[in-house]
């Protein structure tokens, strides 16, 4: 059964018809942790929705609510326990990786589960060479970099948060999913730590932070290349369609690319999820044949 259609029958079975309906259906489950998102006209009926999610779900260990929005540098929730087990720390499984994460502590989205593989598939259909060097400025617990290594195993990623909680659980990941001295954390800021270490040491830039990719554009240019190599660029857009959303966040990065000087085309660009009404995460992916700089 599909994971919103379990909390919608929970919510059935427990609340009033009214209130069932106002119950937000999108439910994260991370491992053995469900965090839901419910209405503040429910307040005081949490727990016995959190309650009745766990018997109807029994691989669920834990019930978070999400009190507030994600925020902040280190893109955290800030959460409310409902029921189950009194733990923050879970293993997440996804396409035969293992990602241990703390959900108060890190960012980590099974939304981005999709995304992810493409970009691991991605760089797999579109080499830049055989054995690639990536840098991935926003890496969180080290997914977009362990799904790629484990499904492109001559490359080299090096692995950037900010976070310290976040590089832990990926130093953690990265012995979990056997890639060690494929990946390679960094605790740093990007900005500064690819002004330090990698100018032109890249063949392919992650951005997967949609809130502050576009301010670090000119940083993935100089982490590339001076030959080019591929940036894969996250965004949110504002729009009423999904194709227009695309079209605005092409017209963005042109302007910004062109101001740096630099010779590229876009070679794909996808919805990744809505995120609220007339707003999108977007992915594009962009190849750089050159840097006139």
Not at 231 to 253: L, N
Request: hydrophobic letters at 45%.
């Amino acid at each position: 059964m599909r994971k919103s259609r379990i909390l919608a029958n929970v919510a059935e079975k427990v609340l009033s018809k009214e209130e069932a309906a106002t119950v937000i259906k999108g439910m994260d489950i991370i491992g053995d942790i469900a965090i839901l998102k419910i209405p503040s006209t429910l307040e005081g009926k949490e727990t016995v929705l959190a309650e009745a999610l766990l018997k109807e779900a029994p691989y669920i260990k834990t019930v978070f609510m999400q009190t507030e929005p994600t925020k902040g540098d280190y893109r955290l929730k800030k959460l409310k326990w409902l029921a189950g087990e009194k733990k923050s720390v879970t293993i997440h499984k996804e396409y035969g990786c293992l990602f241990k994460v703390d959900v108060e502590k890190a960012f980590f989205s099974p939304r981005l589960s999709f995304e992810r593989k493409r970009i691991a598939d991605f760089v797999k259909n579109n080499p830049v060479t055989f054995n690639e060097t990536i840098i991935n400025l926003f890496a969180g617990v080290g997914c977009f970099s362990i799904l790629i290594a484990k499904f492109n195993p001559l490359v080299k990623v090096f692995s950037i948060d900010l976070n310290p909680n976040a590089v832990q659980y990926m130093v953690e990941n990265i012995f979990l999913n056997k890639v060690r001295g494929k990946v390679i954390a960094v605790l740093s800021e990007a900005r500064r730590i690819v002004n330090e270490f990698f100018l032109n040491k890249a063949d392919r830039v992650l951005m997967p932070l949609p809130e502050k990719a576009f301010e670090f554009l000119d940083v993935s240019v100089s982490a590339l290349k001076p030959l080019g190599g591929y940036i894969h660029y996250q965004d949110f857009i504002q729009s009423i369609e999904e194709k227009e959303a695309i079209k605005k966040a092409e017209e963005k990065v042109s302007r910004k690319l062109k101001e740096l000087n630099i010779d590229f085309q876009f070679v794909g660009g996808r919805i990744i999820k809505n995120v609220a009404p007339y707003k999108f995460q977007i992915a594009l992916d962009i190849k750089v044949s050159s840097k006139n700089i």
